[in-house]
């Protein structure tokens, strides 16, 4: 577990260093940005080239810090393999998916867009198309840090979940006990029982708003370790890269000084300050010290007002301000981005004040408007006012069922976000069983095109035995899966599904441990293969249609089921359909097997009542999913 959450530190770090670079691309561009004084032109070419390289440099060092990154996914999968299996397969998942993104690859292409050349081939950087790949690129990192919190966030969930639930039957307590304290006050018993009755409930509904804040001030301090643990690891991880940043800008600061002697304007120096900065953003009022100090950098250093307004400075994440808050816009004075970052504080410290506030369970202010207003129906039943008291326990019953209505859609959202977490972790599953399928089929076609007289001489018997083993672990996987479903429970045709095709890979064992690489052989290592795909493309499709939900958030929540399904009945049904494809062609080709031959082995007849067995689950779980029966 430590080993899965250092690679998640290292993916986090990473992607804040290609925000960081995005946001500084094509600096002075923005339409918030504050007017700057004029610069001569040489000056504006020699700060635009600085950026240039602080760009592509930048760039060079996100793609390094992801490789290297890339191969710890592997390593680490390595060492968890024994001890979590199924950890391991979400990092082996994530470093191929990582891979057939081609991200390394869209790395060095930014890289190259942003890289500038004063030598035969003049080139400038190339900031909308960089700009434009870098979202591209940030959109698919994010999908690859899904992956690796997938196993971590399902059971998150399903402790949130039991925790609302709980929550929910408590409040429908509360509702019901209040109702009958409000009926029995419009009967006018005895106002002492009444106060007892209503004091009850009140005493309950503290409890339950007890139970709440304790859990909120858990919740609380449990993300303010996370937030500090992952703030130290990226800290951790980036000290390496200041020191090379470091001495890459010492040496351009060098380059520039010389280039300054020989100018006649005498504005280099005061540029190669400022490229000092650039170097390394977060030393960078070591670094002017030590340097050379322009005039205006004196004046910001002490006390000059940052250009930028308290919109532009709020919006800027903090691991922005390290990287982009000393960047110097086009004819900008070198120091002006260092004031941002001290007076932020301030308002770093509200954001965070009010993220707490916001850390609160949903319905928690009407749990305690629904208390006082007990509380006074108590006081009127002292008083034998029994209508005023109604008035209120009326009151008090309406903000109870608000604080439900905020509990269900609580449990709503956990529930989509479980369903997400499913289908992550079975695509995942899925891909590597299909990855290791396809070899297996490529080897059967190709043992089985050795000619029978040759195959003692080249091994055919120890391969078969190979790749036999090999269909072994994916059985063992794919029993996984089929426990993952099960888990689930709302899907009726897919582990039929998987059910199916683990009887699939147990023919395919027993045909290849009798050393058969024939038709039939082929032929069920294809359906295997086919059921794979077909579950994979439908769990891609619903991610896909729960992304599009979730951008269309707020529209059309109140139609939708308190509990979604795994996939919808569409693909319910196309799997049912495949199923039942899959028990045809099998019947066919047993049927071409064994129509030339005058009687029929124990292996034959076996596999012709398996196909029985199956053609008798397919048409029950026709019958479960039309009455609903997953619901």
Known sequence: MRNLYICLVCMMTVAGSLNSSNAQTAPGLSDDSPATPAASPDATESAEATQDVDLNNLQKQIFRDYERFEKSLYDVAEQMRRKDPEQAEVLYRARSKSQEENLLADMEVIAELLRTSDGDEKK???????????????????????????????????EEMKRVEEYLKKTNRLIAGEKDVRAETLRNRDSEQLKNA??????????????????????????????????????SS???????????????????????????????????????????????????KSGEKSESGEKSESGEKSQESPSQQGEKSKGEQSQQGQQPQQGQQPQQGQQPQQGQQPQQDQQSQQQQEQEKTPGREQLEQARKQMEKAIEELLKKKNDEAVKDQDASIASLEQLKAELEEILRQLREEEKESYLTLLEARFQNMLRRQLQINSETKRLDTIEKDSRAQQGYASKTNEIRKDQEENLMDAGKALNLLREEGSSVAFPEAVEQMNKNMRVVINRLGAQDTGKTTQLVETLVVETLEEMIEAFQQELKDQEEKKQQQGQQQQGEPQDPGLVNQIAELKMIRSLQLQVNRITQQLGTEIGSLSEIDADQQALINDIAQRQKRIQEATYDLSVGRNK
Not at 138 to 144: E, G, L, V
Not at 255 to 267: A, R, T, V
């Open 198 to 235: 209503q004091q009850k409930i009140a005493d309950k509904a503290k409890e339950l708003a007890d139970e709440i804040d304790r859990h909120d001030a858990e919740r609380n301090e449990n993300n303010s370790d996370q937030q500090g643990s992952d703030q130290q690891g990226a800290e």
């Open 124 to 158: 400038t950087a190339q900031y909308g198309p960089a700009v434009d790949r870098q979202d591209e690129l940030i959109a698919r990192m994010d999908s690859i840090l899904k992956l690796l919190r997938s196993l971590d966030e399902r059971q998150r969930l399903a």
């Open 238 to 288: 980036s000290e390496g890269d200041s020191k090379e940043k470091q001495g890459d800008s010492e040496k351009s600061s060098g380059e520039k000084k010389e280039e300054g002697k020989e100018s006649s304007d005498g504005k280099m120096p005061e540029k190669a300050g400022e490229e000092s900065q650039q170097g390394e953003p977060s030393k960078s009022g070591e670094e002017s």
